[in-house]
């Protein structure tokens, strides 16, 4: 099983995460730019994160056989702070970098004129750069986050089938289908979705354009969600087929739509064995990585010769 | 990728590339890149090449050949950007301020190129602050990268051997430091430091690098690591033993000690 999250915040999470989710399967990941839970003071800051995105964190993830890209924005929540602010004027430099697939997390925290101002901005930010956007929907008064999301999708210039929309659940999953965006869900532990939920809304809605990610942070969280929901879906009665769709396909046609995606993994890693990650451990020959599909703007299979991904020796069955 | 490194007409040992010199690396250099690539990349490349030869300055917020270096990934290809961003950096006469803002404002990937690049852009040691920060780094393929030529011919002593040590705790091949043989060459505080390492790691059970008995080979010291049955000087292997292949050459043998 071939699995992609196409929304994990690895920057807070350990070596052993990534070894527990190369055994489940994940080859594949995307890291939103978010708010890290400590607010930052200065947009230094923010460069900070996003060249760890662009830098540090991709090589991590090689050494895993795992795939990564990101996305980049002002998230909502800090939005709010004139302190921050500033950093919109500097993103247009990141946005053309190779491994940036999309402009993220955006969207709604608490609903402010600042927030839609920030938000509006960084919609026709992705128009210019030829990228989708990856929109945030608001915990508290979600419905209502929702709708004001999407009138300020229609009137960015941004088209809705370039948009993901993300943490929806029962009540929000309609209209932002009928509006014609990609469909974000994010599993959690306690809050959320949960992986029978997951089930139900993908009975009644179908596997069209429905991408399901873990959103694991430095919260309560679970990086092998995903393949929680894959086995719940196989339990329930979908196709492996209908699986490979919701977690890999749609992810890869929806961040194949900035023609940046990459998923051959050999290209990204480390040239030479033996980071500083792999404290002692041994090393294997690798697995090819999984094949991307015919989608456009996305590239895989490694040239004849390349040196192999180097990562530790684990399972390659999931103990999901 | 060390295309650069390995193309006619670089010598390791010289003391620095004559400008014809660099200009036949590179041209050489550019030969293979468009033979590899296919005709939308190529012509891409070309237009990218002449826009940096003919707007080497900031037209706006950020210079157009800045753009062509962010993007050369997805339009050449990854296996192939390194190269285009060299040949990029050089046609815009990129000098060691620009290749500085280049590298602090890039991804991993464009810091390589930036790396790569160095030897032949910069004349002078005012490119170091770039190479000593790839060497604070913990991404192996920066460490590789930062041991080239520029190092080989600027880095002061302790920073070179520290250096030499860091491929070694982390991995990277010797392979990788240029003119190696020259620069090790009677350095009895290397052969200290790398006896000392050797030391250190049979202490803790572990295997030591192929690479360490190759470098202190190099050095000229017949020191012995402790606890470790390597011949002295005469019988050590001796660089060009040790090149020619084989698992000591990969210097990835035993090197599961890393830094932090």
């Known amino acids: 099983m071939r699995i992609f999250d196409p929304h994990i915040h690895m920057t807070s999470r350990t070596t052993d995460d990534y070894e527990a989710m190369y055994g489940a399967g994940v080859r594949a990941v995307v890291e939103p730019a978010f708010w890290l839970g400590q607010p930052r003071t200065s947009p ?43 950093v919109l004027d500097e993103l247009p430099r990141y946005l053309v970098k190779d491994h940036v697939v999309a402009v993220g997390e955006i969207g709604y925290d608490s609903m402010t004129p600042a927030e839609d101002t920030a938000l509006a901005v960084q919609l026709q930010l992705a128009a210019e750069y030829a990228l989708p956007a990856l929109v945030h929907t608001p915990h508290r008064d979600k419905l209502a986050g929702l709708r004001r999301t999407l009138d300020a999708v229609r009137e960015s210039a941004l088209p809705p089938d370039h948009v993901l929309i993300d943490h929806l659940n029962e009540t929000t999953v309609e209209e932002a289908k009928d509006a014609g965006c990609w469909l974000g869900f994010s599993v959690y532990p306690d809050t959320k979705m949960d992986e029978e939920r997951m089930v139900a809304v993908l009975r009644e809605y179908g596997p069209e354009k429905v991408l399901v990610n873990s959103a694991a942070d430095w919260g309560r969280s679970d990086p092998l969600k995903t393949r929680k929901v894959a086995d719940a879906l196989l339990a329930a009665g979908f196709t492996e087929d209908d699986v490979d769709l919701v977690l890999w396909r749609n992810p890869v046609a929806f961040y194949g739509l900035s023609g940046r995606l990459d998923l051959d993994v050999a290209g990204t890693e480390a040239t030479h064995e033996g980071n500083s990650i792999l404290r002692g451990t041994p090393r294997t020959a690798p697995e090819t990585a999984p094949e991307a599909g015919p989608e456009s703007g996305v590239r895989s299979g490694s040239p004849a010769g390349e040196a192999p991904p180097v990562r530790p020796s684990f399972p390659a069955t999931a103990e999901a | 990728m060390n295309d650069l490194h390995d193309a006619p007409g670089t010598d390791r040992t010289a003391a620095r590339p004559a400008p014809a010199e660099t200009a036949t690396v590179l041209s050489v250099l550019h030969s293979r890149l468009n033979s590899a690539l296919g005709g939308a990349a190529r012509a891409w490349l070309d237009q990218a090449l002449d826009e940096a030869a003919a707007h080497p300055g900031t037209d706006g917020p950020i210079p157009v050949w800045e753009l062509r270096i962010a993007e050369a990934g997805r339009r050449c290809g990854p296996e192939h950007a390194e190269a285009a961003r060299v040949l990029l950096l050089y046609a815009a006469r990129a000098d060691a301020p620009t290749l500085a803002r280049v590298y602090r404002q890039g991804t991993a990937d464009e810091r390589r190129a930036v790396l790569e690049a160095l030897p032949h852009l910069v004349e002078g040691p005012e490119g170091l602050p770039v190479v000593e920060d790839a060497l604070r780094t913990n991404d192996t393929r920066l460490v590789a990268a930062a041991v080239g030529p520029y190092a080989a011919r600027h880095l002061d002593a302790h920073n070179w051997r520290h250096a030499v040590l860091k491929c070694l705790f982390t991995g990277v091949p010797v392979d990788a430091v240029a003119d190696l043989p020259r620069r090790a060459r009677s350095d009895a505080e290397l052969a200290r430091m790398l006896v000392d390492y050797a030391a250190e790691r049979t202490a803790a059970g572990r295997p030591v690098p192929d690479d360490l008995h190759r470098v202190l080979a190099l050095t000229g010291h017949p020191a012995t690591p402790t606890g470790t049955d390597v011949p002295d000087g005469p019988s050590a292997p001796d660089d060009a033993e040790a090149a020619d292949g084989g698992e000591a050459a990969d210097g990835t043998d035993g090197t599961d000690g890393k830094e932090s």
């Open chain 1, 44 to 86: 230094a800051s923010f460069f900070d994160y996003f060249d760890a995105l662009l830098g540090w964190e991709p090589f991590r993830a090689a050494q895993y056989g795992i795939a990564h890209h990101c996305t980049i924005a002002l998230n909502p929540k800090e939005a709010n702070d004139p302190r921050c602010v500033p």
